[in-house]
């Protein structure tokens, strides 16, 4: 794929010993990604409307830049599949999973901020608040869940448990009142103060079940900047 914006995204090379661009007309970066049975899953921003086929598109551009997931394959570097994820303002998708299902199929579950309402879940108040989507194979949102306080908060990393059926999202927030107002139990928050100063920014944890409602959510961090940049399970449980 040729160059064709004002910023394109560049996966890692691939087994063709060239990385591929994700190219389109506006501004594309990525910023997180994942391998699993011989396809790239990639995650990002972009402000582009991918009109050129292939790939497969699902959704269509909500306005300003939105969350995007691709599919490439490893072996040619083929752009296979692209679903925009996301609302009317800016959102920023930021790691990507894959979770396996009981049914036999495999769902990918994406995180990263969002400034736009969500309409699966009440949106969080104000600034940019953490998203966790669930998308099936096929492309399709089956839920979104929306937290966040009154400042700007953001997913960072994500992995998944198969065996509680839960994706662990990690990140940061900038919002003293995070625990209150993101509708997840704080009970069993295992750090519930956030940190006061100037440069506020702690790191959370949270845990929401893919069966939707429910979940918890804890600070981590100490008295400087804190952010969670990676989230493993035991890999028995993938």
Do not use: C
């Amino acid at each position: 794929q040729a160059k064709q914006g004002q910023t394109d995204g560049q996966t890692p090379e691939l087994a063709s010993g060239q990385p591929t661009l994700i190219s389109g007309s506006g501004s594309d970066e990525l910023f997180g990604s994942t391998v699993h049975q011989s396809k790239l899953l990639v995650v990002g921003r972009t402000t582009s409307s991918f009109t050129y086929g292939p790939p497969i598109v699902t959704n269509a551009p909500k306005g300003g830049a939105d969350a995007f997931v691709a599919s490439l394959s490893t072996d040619s570097g083929s752009l296979l599949r692209l679903t925009y994820v996301g609302g009317a303002l800016d959102d920023v998708g930021r790691a990507i999973a894959v979770m396996p299902t009981a049914g036999g199929t495999e769902e990918i579950v994406v995180t990263g901020s969002r400034e736009s309402s969500s309409t699966s879940d009440p949106p969080a108040p104000q600034g940019k608040n953490v998203f966790a989507t669930w998308l099936t194979s096929a492309g399709q949102e089956r839920l979104t869940r929306v937290f966040g306080g009154t400042a700007d908060d953001e997913g960072l990393s994500v992995d998944v448990d198969t065996t509680y059926g839960t994706a662990y999202i990690g990140g940061r927030t900038a919002s003293a009142d995070f625990l209150a107002k993101s509708n997840l139990a704080s009970s069993r928050a295992f750090d519930p103060v956030i940190e006061a100063g100037s440069d506020l920014r702690e790191g959370f944890l949270a845990a929401l079940p893919a069966a939707g409602g429910g979940g918890w959510v804890s600070f981590v961090g100490g008295e400087d900047v804190d952010e969670l940049w990676a989230v493993s399970t035991p890999r028995s449980n993938r």
